[in-house]
Every structure is written in C-alpha cells, then in structure tokens.
C-alpha cells in the first residue's frame, strides 16, 4: 500500500489529482524558491532549473516531516511513502517568467505574450522510500535512478526514512495565447485569477478563452502532469492505479 504526499500548497495541483482519483496527503514545502534558483550555476538549462526547484520541494517536506509522515503511513498500513513536488514556470522571449503577484505585471506580460507562444516547463521530482514494517534498519544504501546514492532523510536511526528512488523529469507545453482586447484583460486581471499562476494565466476557467490551444499534456500546464507521474512511477516499478482511491480499484 502506498501513502502519497503532494509537497506543494498548489490548489490547482491538488485539484489535479483529486480529479484523477488520488487523495493525496497535502504537506506545503517552505523552499525559498529564489534562493534556490540563486544558487544554481549561471547558464544552468531552463528545464533543469524547476527540476531543481521541485527536488528541493520534496526533499523540504521528506527531510521535514519524513519521520512522521512515515510513521502515519505505516500506521495507515502502508509499506511505501512517495513524496512529490513540482515547478511551473513560463519560457517566454528566453526567459523563465513565475508567478507575476499584481495587475501590474500580468498586464505588462500579456501586453507582450498575446497573440504569440510560449512554453510551460513544468518540473516534478519523485521521493520514494520503502517502510518496513518494524522499526527501519540502519540506512542502506539505497540508490536512485541514476545509480547514485538516493540519500537517507530523517534524524534519530529510529525515525530513518531510506530513500530507495530519486526520479525527476520535467514536462514542457506549447502554450498559443489568443488576442484578447484590452478591455477583456482588464477584467480578467481584475479577478485575480491568473495572478498566482505561473506565466500570468489559466488555461481552464476564465482562462480557457484567452488561450488558443496547446502543444501538451493540459494537466501539465495546470500544474502537474499525470502521464509524466506515471512515467516516473513506472521507473520505480510501480504503477498509476495503485495511487487511486480503493473504491476505484475493488
Ligand atoms: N489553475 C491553474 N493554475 C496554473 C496554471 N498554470 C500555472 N498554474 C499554477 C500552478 C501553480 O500553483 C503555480 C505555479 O507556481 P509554482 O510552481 O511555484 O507552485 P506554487 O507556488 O503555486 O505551489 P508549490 O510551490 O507547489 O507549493 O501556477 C493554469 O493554467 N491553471
């Protein structure tokens, strides 16, 4: 049995797996996403930027509250805990554009994005730990992916919890975005919608008519991609339905 957790504060990721049939457990990650982006090298490739950020999304929350997490998923009967985080940012004009806050800066980014393309890179990173029924073993040394070692979290040996898979990918979507007039980007600025969304809009709800069509999976653009998760989840060796609700898979 697996005990899932989001690692993201995200209502529309949220809602993206709840439509999909998952209850995640919601655990919010409290990266200084800035800082982690300051960190990274200078000319560090754009995908591998909200890889990294959605890596240390999922690391914050594993290292923060693994123990515990681990310690209500084995109590829920569960012998693996996953742990996912994720990083949307818009490329557009060679830049990776977040989340613009206010009016001010959604409206200057669609006075320049409307009626032209950008790309929605999202990243997602994948923690995945075994939970052995008794109390952990020493940590192995587990690996991930990539053959390195995936690391342990955790504090006391007692609270271990062994990471055996470390994946990470990132989805990237042609976003076409309509013409809207001025007065109609008034008005849907002035709802506050897209104001804290990556890129500055919403494909979906009021969105939905400012955007012409999309080169992608739309899930990734609302925030998390499922094909992609099942990729990742396929590389673990596990599968999408073993996420869904049990009354979906009786
Ligand atoms: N509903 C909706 N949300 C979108 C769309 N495009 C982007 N977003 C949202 C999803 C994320 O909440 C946000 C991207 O910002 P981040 O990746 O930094 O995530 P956020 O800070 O919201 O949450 P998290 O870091 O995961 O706790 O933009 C869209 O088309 N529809």
Same mark, same amino acid.
């Given at each position: 049995m697996i005990s899932f957790v989001l690692a993201s504060a995200s209502p529309s990721r949220l809602r993206i797996l709840e439509q999909a049939g998952v209850d995640p457990i919601v655990r919010p990650s409290r990266v200084d996403e800035d800082a982690v982006q300051a960190a990274l090298p200078a000319g560090t490739p754009h995908v591998r930027v909200v890889e990294e950020l959605a890596r240390a999304k999922a690391q914050d929350v594993l290292d923060r509250e693994g123990a515990q997490l681990a310690a209500e998923a084995r109590a829920a009967g569960a012998n693996t805990l996953i742990v996912v985080g994720c990083d949307s940012m818009l490329l557009v004009d060679g830049q990776l554009e977040g989340k613009p806050h206010t009016y001010e800066r959604a409206m200057e980014r669609w006075q320049k994005m409307r009626g032209r393309h950008g790309v929605l890179l999202t990243g997602h990173a994948m923690l995945v730990a075994d939970l052995p029924?008794?109390? !952990?073993?020493? !940590?192995?040394t587990a690996t991930n992916s990539s053959g390195a070692d995936a690391g342990v979290s955790g504090g006391e040996d007692d609270d271990v919890v062994v990471v055996k898979y470390s994946g990470a990918d990132t989805s990237d979507t042609t976003v076409h975005f309509g013409y809207p007039s001025d007065e109609d980007l008034d008005v849907y600025l002035r709802t506050g919608e897209p104001l804290e969304c990556a890129g500055a809009f919403t494909i979906e709800s009021l969105g939905g008519w400012f955007i012409d069509r999309i080169d992608g999976d739309p899930s990734s653009v609302i925030g998390l991609s499922l094909p992609l998760l099942r990729r990742l989840l396929h590389d673990a060796g596990m599968h999408a339905y073993q996420l869904w609700r049990p009354e979906l898979r009786a």
């Open positions: 029924a008794e109390d !952990p073993v020493r !940590p192995s």
